[in-house]
Each structure stands twice: as structure tokens, then as C-alpha cells.
């Protein structure tokens, strides 16, 4: 069973940064690296919406709103992929979830970690 647990999150104030982490257990070396993972976060009363990709050939994607500021990385052999968040704002207030997309029918999310910025 494919499972995806984030640590990290935490409250910082404006300005500040955090690292986030996603371990990933129950998948093979091939199927980690040939998935794109990605952060997703989801603000209350908002939609989940995507913050960061990264694919198996190691192309990045941000959200606008990140760009410059937040970075996506990953450990193959650990198993592991990061966002490292600088310049964080009140506005980037959310749970942030990882995301591990391998093919349809292989999609996993974890259960979120709670990012707080305070102005």
C-alpha cells in the first residue's frame, strides 16, 4: 500500500521560511521516480489548488503566486520530495498535501500538513 506522509508545516512569521517534506513508502524505486509528484494546498473556504510539480525527468512547475519563492525537489533513493519555502506570506495560509501521480489508477495523496503565516 502506497502511502505519502508530509512533515514540516508550522506556524513562522511573514517573511520567514519552511521546509517542507513528503516520504513516500510502499512504492518502488521505479515507480517513485517515474511519477510526477507535486504540492497541492487548500486555503479554508477555498479549492485545492496546485502549488508545485515536479516530473521524472525532473521539470518543475509553479503556481504564479510562488514562483521565485518556493522550490520543488526530490530524493529518488529516499523516497522523499520537498518544497522549500522562502519570503512566505499571510496569504500562503493553507494545508499543503503531496501529491504522487504514477498513471490513472496510481494517485495518491497524503493527509496534509498545516502551514501558518502570521503577519
Known amino acids: 500500500q502506497t502511502q505519502l506522509v508530509e512533515s514540516g508545516g508550522g506556524l513562522v512569521q511573514a517573511g520567514g521560511s519552511l521546509r517542507l517534506s513528503c516520504r513516500v513508502s510502499?512504492?518502488?524505486?521505479?515507480?517513485?521516480?517515474?511519477?510526477?509528484l507535486a504540492w497541492y494546498r487548500e486555503a479554508p473556504g477555498k479549492q485545492r489548488v496546485l502549488v508545485a510539480s515536479?516530473?521524472?525527468?525532473?521539470?518543475?512547475n509553479y503556481a504564479d503566486s510562488v514562483k521565485g519563492r518556493f522550490t520543488i525537489s526530490k530524493d529518488n533513493a529516499k523516497r522523499t520530495v520537498y518544497l522549500q519555502m522562502n519570503s512566505l506570506r499571510p496569504e500562503d495560509t493553507a494545508v499543503y498535501y503531496c501529491?504522487?501521480?504514477?498513471?490513472?489508477?496510481?494517485?495518491?495523496w497524503g493527509q496534509g500538513t498545516q502551514v501558518t503565516v502570521s503577519s
Open positions: 501529491n504522487l501521480n504514477f498513471r490513472p489508477g496510481y494517485i495518491y
Open positions: 515536479i516530473t521524472s525527468d525532473r521539470s518543475t
Open positions: 510502499g512504492a518502488i524505486l521505479s515507480t517513485f521516480s517515474g511519477s510526477t
